[in-house]
């Protein structure tokens, strides 16, 4: 009995392999509200495994964590041009509360500038009270025509870093702190590499000065954006009348940042790793890291065996095992499970293993079976768990490496695309050619690389003159 | 100096004096939207530090966390008539949204029985799923008219269990588990002693069996619940059709429960330990547990008393030390706002102490001062912020023993509430009288505790037989 009964396979519909995981994986269900999702205890308990890593290093860069309300005051958003016309079409609107109809509408929050920063001129004063550095977990509205579970739905879990600075420069440098924060969690967390780069004027945050992101490779070829980190500029600052006085004794506009992930990272773990049989964890973020199958062939040597795990268990207490002690199902179906569930590793033991002193492990990233010594479980478990993730990304990494093609015309561009992955390609930047490209192709600018040098080159499409080689590729 | 000038005194205006304390100790601030308030970083970390424990209890006690949407079908709130009763008008109603009308309003989570109670109809077929164990931190949106930060806002932050059982028993098992698990973590974390009982029929919640609760005592003298835990009975699982297969082949509907706490208990913590001089924070919740003042004359000693307060930092790493290094501030304005702050042991350390080898250290509850060696100083420390939490828990338990007055008519009832705290009286329970007691009286029946004994008696304001004595108090 294989996954594939259950999984559509990858090549044959990749969307409906994706949604087939996500329920049989038990991470996350339809509700009632469309295009809202129920994220299931084992979806959620991958959430919260991110969100504890990502949250100390939220807070060893010196940002405090706070929350500010839900609700948005119609007029707030209005108040930055840009930013309005980017949300506006897909807000949720409370126009009744407490059994009346409100003056003001509110808007339910899909992100939190406007909100934030009216509070914020309030408690910036002077450059003593800079740079202010705030964090806020929370749930966010977009109302979406088109979602999927964690990668694209109108309600979704985020962190939304915000800060105030007294120079534009201390803005830039936040906000590449932020994304090589971003990046630096998803190399040892996710087992992800990842492009780094800036946005085009098209792809930009409506409101930012610039964005930056970072996106990875997905199996079927399309890049995934997933850590967005903006420089606001004084964009913000001016219409909600955030000023400080300075050491100078000047009045000031400051400059600002903003930054975010969300739940939609788990939808990258599940495109960037999953394979016919179902979701691969990296262990840093897996709920179960192993799973411990004993094999008997009667109750008496069942329990003895779930002993021997116990005490397994007892011997490496930071790490997540579980035992599955299930009587009424095959150990086939158990095997199917927990490769579908994509726990790392997968214990097997019996009468005979547990007699020669040893172990049978499986690796779920490569499938790789061993027999190990039970004297050795603890250092063995600990080091295979960590040599894993430093497997599955450097898998990823010629992956990636190997997924990038360059172009110097059109048709060059189109067969690059057809191999999937990334072209790279000198761009004119002409929003208008970009909406083109994208017409023509499908294919969206993803970003230019943070250190890409500028030169003298020729754009791909228009024939106009190009500066700096873009990143293209399908998108999520 | 002291914060008495920045601070109503609690004798003369407890609520303006809570207000301030809000205020001034930068806990919450006021938004735009009415109602709504902004928390702020050092009382979003209070608020962390209360997660972190109980999230532990509840993951212990096998309850795993999920996330349902903040929306509601509005035809889904209906279906239960107490429930919707109970909430219909205090909801938010979200009519547009992604730029249209909606077909059918959805209202924005007042609790989330009715969102979380139809997916479990889904999830539940046999007694193998249950019992059914989930768990959730969110945001919820009640619109209140009257609001006060922490104790009563339009929207606040919470836990709400969610669990499913086979029979009655298992969901009273639950109910109590629960209340248990709140008041250990009011023992252990918020140094409060609570009162755990059962609500009134009046009182419980709209749509529950039954319904228990905890309350502490705060200093004004009146009564604060800030966490219930409910037996819903079959009441919901009737209406959204949840049922499972029992192990004896037959169909039955399961019994539910439901519990929660909220930031409420900031609220409660302010109100119980705080004095005119500010905060008093356990230990345990002190986003700040030691503060470190270096007292020098000069930038060169400054510069000395801050090494050696890192070197002391460094010795007890577990614990929340925060290092005062300001030039800009008197050694006056730094006492009080670290008073006023509510941080458990404030140190502070000149050039003659560190000569004699010495430290000085003054408690925040009960302002004691002493000298203590360097050399003890990491077994000091840490016995001191446990004795602390004890002692300041000892001290409440004290507050609320001698706070409980009986009383058998309504002049004795009223004389004891005008003493402040609990009268504890035979009551009939008759819904009609508890409602001209609290007209008459102004208090409410608080709880019946888990283990009165019943006996005869007679209810203190309307003469009928009663058989068990209820606690009453003015409440939040």
Chains 1, 2 share one sequence.
């Not at 090589?180 to 945050?205: C, H, I, N, Q, W």
Request: hydrophobic fraction near 35%; charge should be negative; aromatic fraction near 10%.
């Amino acid at each position: 009995m294989s996954n594939k009964k259950f999984l559509t396979p990858q090549s044959e519909d990749f969307s409906q392999w994706y949604l087939d995981i996500v329920d049989k994986a038990e991470l996350a269900d339809y509700s009632a509200v469309k295009g809202c999702m129920i994220i299931r205890p084992y979806g959620y308990r991958i959430w919260e495994l991110m969100q504890q890593d990502l949250d100390h290093r939220i807070k060893e860069a010196g940002v405090q964590n706070a929350y500010f309300p839900l609700f948005i005051p119609e007029s707030f958003l209005t108040k930055e041009k840009d930013h309005v016309e980017g949300f506006a079409p897909e807000v949720a609107v409370v126009t009744h509360a407490g059994g009346k109809k409100l003056e003001e509408a509110l808007i339910v929050r899909p992100t939190s500038e406007t909100i934030m920063y009216d509070t914020y001129s309030k408690w910036i004063e002077s450059y003593r009270d800079l740079p202010l550095l705030i964090n806020q977990w929370a749930n966010v509205v977009r109302w979406e025509m088109r979602t999927r579970p964690f990668l694209r739905t109108t309600e979704f879990l985020w962190q939304e870093g915000h800060t105030v600075h007294a120079t534009k420069e201390e803005a830039d440098v936040e906000t590449l702190r932020a994304l090589t924060m971003y990046a630096d969690f998803a190399r040892d967390m996710l087992a992800l590499p990842v492009l780094k780069g800036y946005k085009s004027e098209k792809e930009k945050f409506r409101g930012a000065l610039y964005t930056t992101c970072i996106e990875a490779l997905a199996k079927d070829g399309k890049s995934i954006q997933f850590g967005t980190s903006h420089n606001l500029g004084q964009n913000f600052a001016k219409p909600f009348n955030i000023s400080f006085l300075d050491k100078d004794g000047e009045r000031k506009i400051p400059w600002q940042t903003s930054w975010g992930v969300s739940t939609r990272m788990i939808g990258a773990l599940i495109v960037c790793h999953g394979d016919d049989d179902g979701l691969v964890l990296p262990p840093p973020v897996a709920p179960i890291q192993v799973v411990m199958v004993p094999i008997a062939k009667d109750e008496k040597e069942l329990g003895h065996l779930i002993q021997v795990c116990h005490d397994l268990k007892q011997q490496v207490p930071s790490i997540r095992i579980h035992i599955d002690n299930r009587l009424e199902v095959s150990l086939g179906f158990k095997r199917n499970e927990w490769e579908l569930k994509g726990v790392p590793l997968r214990i097997e033991l019996g009468k005979q293993e547990i007699e020669k002193n040893s172990l049978s492990i499986a690796r779920r990233d490569n499938k790789e079976k061993a027999t190990i010594s039970i004297n050795d479980w603890s250092d063995t478990v600990t080091t295979l768990l960590k040599q894993m993730t430093a497997d599955i990304y450097q898998n990823m990494e010629k992956r990636l490496e190997g997924s990038v093609h360059e172009a110097s015309n059109l048709q060059e561009f189109e067969a690059a695309l057809e191999r999937g992955g990334y072209v790279k390609a000198y761009f004119c930047e002409d929003g208008e050619m970009e909406q083109k490209i994208q017409e023509k192709t499908k294919a969206t600018t993803r970003l230019v690389a943070l250190d890409e040098p500028e030169k003298k080159g020729v754009c791909f499409y228009s024939g106009k003159p190009a500066k700096r080689r873009w990143y293209f590729a399908k998108a999520y």
